[in-house]
């Protein structure tokens, strides 16, 4: 074992990618199925909010960019199953974790999007978000999970741009229209912080994910990251950041910022949130409801299969 051992170690030294056929620690691997299969999650149950909105969006082209982008969506939970599966669970294995409440999702996604300025926010500061996030995952140290990133990170930079062209219309527009913009903002401000996790000192997983190179930045700085990049852009829309504390720092060169109500955080991630019974109703719905065409599929394949022997 320790010949394998240190070859692992080897790998994440070189900075190079552990492969499928690798050798691997237990945990690393269960390091990375908790992640990734929590990612993919994150984006199915994503289309939710924005589902709802569809047949609501005010014009053609509005239908149209978000329905682009929640197939996108379910896309990146496609490419994110599979990429768990490199390492030896199932999907149904997954999907089993998730409706029975052993797996979790984005907190992000168990707040209501209430009206057309809450796709705005979501596209401008949840996707923004995750892009922080997931940029610094186009290094980490599994292969599959390195490569998908590539794709997905070029389209969730449009889904960001999307939600941002929301915000900047609505900001530009009438008062009311501004004033929802303004609301929509104050509403997922601080949602969208915590989305990054806890902080480095609270977290279960970040340390050994940094050792491993899972992860290739903390929670705190890729928060930090954010803010950074986003405040000037609220100010761009002539928005006003939630947060009082909210300056511009010189001496280190951040923006500073309010603590976050942590209490908040671990009740949403607990099942506590305002949709999260939701949520978790509706997938598992679409999910039985939807059976007979994963049936069908698999019989497909089998009949196909069969053909060609």
């Not at 620690?25 to 939710?48: C, F, K, T």
């Not at 978000?66 to 990146?76: C, R, S, T």
């Not at 998730?98 to 797996?103: C, F, I, Q, Y």
């Not at 999007?113 to 926010?121: E, F, K, P, R, V």
């Amino acid at each position: 074992m320790d010949k394998y051992q240190a070859a692992f170690d080897a790998i994440i030294e070189k900075d190079d990618r552990v492969e499928p056929r690798d050798w691997m620690p237990d945990d690393y691997r269960n390091n990375l199925i908790r992640q990734i299969s929590q990612h993919a999650h994150s984006e199915v149950i994503g289309m939710q909010p924005e589902g709802n909105w569809l047949l609501r969006a005010p014009s053609l082209r509005s239908k149209q960019v978000l329905l682009a982008k929640i197939q996108d969506e379910g896309g990146h939970g496609l490419y994110l199953y599979s990429v768990a599966e490199t390492l030896g669970v199932s999907r149904e294995e997954m999907i089993d974790q998730l409706h029975e409440g052993k797996a979790k999702y984005s907190s992000i996604f168990n707040y209501p999007a209430l009206n057309w300025a809450d796709i705005g926010a979501i596209g401008w500061l949840v996707d923004g978000a995750a892009i922080v996030n997931q940029v610094s995952l186009q290094r980490t140290s599994y292969g599959p999970y390195s490569r998908g990133m590539i794709r997905i990170c070029k389209e969730e930079s449009f889904h960001q741009r999307q939600g941002y062209e929301i915000m900047l219309h609505m900001a530009k527009g009438t008062p009311e229209q501004k004033e929802m913009a303004q609301d929509a903002l104050n509403r997922f401000w601080f949602p969208s912080l915590m989305m990054f996790g806890p902080h480095d000192a609270d977290s279960a997983h970040s340390s050994k994910a940094m050792q491993w190179k899972i992860k290739r930045e903390s929670n705190d700085t890729l928060r930090q990251k954010f803010i950074d990049k986003t405040v000037p852009q609220a100010e761009f829309l002539g928005l006003t950041v939630p947060d009082p504390n909210c300056k511009w720092n010189e001496e280190t060169g951040h923006y500073d910022h309010s603590p976050f109500d942590w209490d908040e955080f671990w009740a949403v991630v607990n099942g506590n949130g305002p949709c999260n019974k939701e949520r978790l109703d509706h997938h598992k719905k679409a999910h039985n409801d939807n059976a007979w065409v994963r049936e069908a599929a698999v019989a497909y394949a089998k009949k196909t299969e069969s053909t060609l022997v």
